[in-house]
């Protein structure tokens, strides 16, 4: 159950931002005790790992707060946040398990939910961002940007300090999207009901 919640919380928290869980799994298995890396997925805590998802990190944030080219960003992410997601499950419930060194990175089973996790929260954030340009002219991609990057950021560490909590702020995340897919798409029904010729 705690793999699952573990594994949820980073594959959730990926769809907003792919290189936030797996910089927070790296550098906790790294540096601490908290999170035991095995099974294949010690490559996470390498140095040269560590510095490369730093460097894409730096990247995806600056790309993510300029209008238009976080649109870009976002096309392109629709492959990165997935496969991220799928690692960020993968890594964090190999590293709950009670007897780490059974699991293997070739489990597939949770590396495959935590690509269909973090592809939905992909997929809202995406459309919420477009609704929110839409609305605001752009002014309002940076502002959302850094929300998106601090929630990423809160529900990895939350996962796997506090798995519960990560599980609640992945839905809270979750319901939030849904919201804002919601009022887009009724804004551009109104928009079409105005543009309709009478009759």
Do not use: C
């Not at 298995?29 to 490559?43: D, F, I, K, M």
């Not at 293997?104 to 929110?132: E, Y």
């Amino acid at each position: 159950m705690i793999e699952a919640l573990v594994g949820t919380g980073l594959a959730s928290a990926a769809g907003l931002n792919a290189y936030i869980p797996l910089l927070v799994v790296g550098l906790l298995a790294r540096y601490t005790e908290l999170v035991p890396l095995s099974g294949g997925w010690e490559w996470l805590e390498h140095p040269v790992t560590l510095v490369v998802l730093g460097v894409l990190l730096v990247i995806e944030v600056v790309a993510d707060k300029v209008p238009m080219v976080d649109h870009v960003n976002d096309v392109l992410q629709t492959v990165v946040r997935p496969t991220s997601g799928g690692i960020a499950f993968g890594a964090g419930a190999a590293a709950q398990t009670v007897d780490p060194t059974a699991a293997t990175a070739a489990d597939w089973g949770p590396v495959i939910a935590g690509v269909l996790i973090a592809l939905a929260f992909h997929g809202l954030k995406a459309v919420g961002r477009a609704g929110v340009n839409a609305a605001t002219m752009g002014a309002g991609a940076p502002i959302v940007s850094t929300a998106e990057d601090g929630l990423s950021l809160g529900m990895a560490l939350a996962a796997v300090l506090a798995p519960v909590l990560g599980l609640v702020l992945a839905l809270g995340t979750a319901a939030g999207l849904v919201v804002l897919w919601r009022r887009r798409r009724a804004r551009r029904r109104a928009e079409r009901d105005r543009a309709a010729p009478p009759g």
